[in-house]
């Protein structure tokens, strides 16, 4: 994302008086787990859970969108082996890897990071348990048309400043016309493009020349008529000789273009019309496959650990009754750590739970069935 000179300037106010660009420095003290030339990983002075890490750039970077790519995909691999890391040191079999990106998603830090949340099962930590929301169906389809049209748009923008060799030459911008009627729909839910027509024709009227998403939009449609339309509508034909005297710029450019022209900004104004394509039904079929193997490959390392709980009662016991217990005795114990490793306790505990159930169950219809054997006969004998 290019920023403006004054963006830069209020960035580089911004990185003075950063905490996080003084741990990067040493200038404030930290408990560092992880260093590269790139990014810095540091244990959460305030944790959520123990082993709770920040994973940051070394550079000062506001929020997301702003990393370059190679600080974005070195991040992403290192993340990864971090969390193993975290993981493998806490004596915990899942985490929470989140971002904050923005203020209102709860951002907290002018400097971005990641957050690395060691997981226990009740442990406590309910934040990320999301309740369905109420969401108007009418308003959700709209919005699914918008990203449908938008990430291809953004896509494509991101492969022409970073390119990528087999995907930039299948990449193209989705052809789409829109009626005059669909074109004032689409420019009426978008408010700061109804804003810049309202208060500064002329500057939209030089965007539509240049922006690629606008000459779609409105090529079945003339510009003096969308701006003469949302005048009427928005001010009232009383009011549009005054705005008109404007000279000034009163929205910048960028408010209205940014969302289109950035490989990683929000939703931007063109609509794709439906494509009659079931491209969830397809990936909700592989996630199913995906799920069974992996439920059956866990199943099966499973089954091996009631051999080793057979022949060794003590470990069962502690496992079913005293999991706190026995995951100090692994932390202790070098061959156990070998035995129990990379595995989820509270998952083989309910596996071995279900196959004592299983195995209670089929002895008890074992006795019944002989039970009803045996009545019968003595039912026949008299």
């Known amino acids: 994302m290019q920023l403006t000179p004054e963006q830069q300037q209020a960035l580089e106010a911004q990185k003075a008086n950063c905490p996080f660009c003084k741990i990067v420095k040493g200038e404030i003290p930290s408990k560092k787990i992880y260093e590269d030339d790139k990014i810095i990983a540091v244990l959460d002075i305030n944790p959520a859970f123990k082993g709770h890490t920040l994973v940051m750039p070394k550079e000062h970077y506001p929020i997301l969108p702003l990393l370059p790519p190679e600080t974005f995909q070195h991040l992403s691999v290192k993340i990864k082996e971090i969390s193993k890391a975290v993981k493998e040191g806490v004596l915990v079999f899942g985490d929470i890897i989140f971002v904050a990106n923005g203020v209102v998603a709860g951002q907290q830090s002018q400097h971005f990071l990641l957050h690395i949340i060691p997981r226990e099962k009740n442990d406590g930590i309910d934040v990320f348990e999301f309740k369905k929301g109420d969401i108007d169906k009418i308003k959700e389809e709209e919005l699914y048309k918008v990203l449908k049209q938008n990430l291809p748009l953004m896509l494509k923008n991101a492969y022409a400043k970073f390119p990528i060799q087999q995907q930039q030459k299948t990449s193209s911008l989705p052809s789409t016309s829109y009626t005059k009627e669909e074109a004032f729909a689409i420019i009426d839910k978008n408010i700061p493009l109804k804003r810049l027509i309202v208060e500064n024709s002329e500057q939209f009227k030089a965007l539509a020349q240049t922006n690629p998403q606008l000459q ?77 193997s992996e439920k059956l490959a866990e199943e099966e390392i499973y089954e091996d650990f009631m051999e080793v709980l057979a022949i060794n009662p003590k470990l069962k016991y502690l ?43 089929e002895d008890k219809n074992k006795e019944d069935k002989e039970q009803n054997n045996e009545d019968d006969l003595i039912s026949r004998i008299g």
């Open 216 to 292: 779609m939009l409105l090529k079945n449609i003339q510009i003096d008529e969308i701006i003469s339309v949302i005048r009427k509508k928005e001010l009232g034909e009383d009011r549009q000789s005054v705005v008109q005297k404007q000279s000034k710029p009163i929205i910048k450019e960028a408010e209205v273009v940014q969302q289109q022209q950035s490989q990683f900004s929000q939703p931007s104004i063109i609509q794709q019309k439906p494509v009659q394509i079931d491209v969830f039904k397809e990936l909700e079929e592989n996630f199913k496959k995906q799920q069974l």
């Open 319 to 361: 496992l079913l009754h005293d999991l706190p217990l026995l995951k100090e005795k692994i932390s202790k114990i070098a061959e156990l750590q070998e035995i129990f490793k990379d595995v989820d306790l509270s998952k083989l505990k309910e596996y071995v739970e279900k196959k004592e159930v299983e195995e209670y169950n």
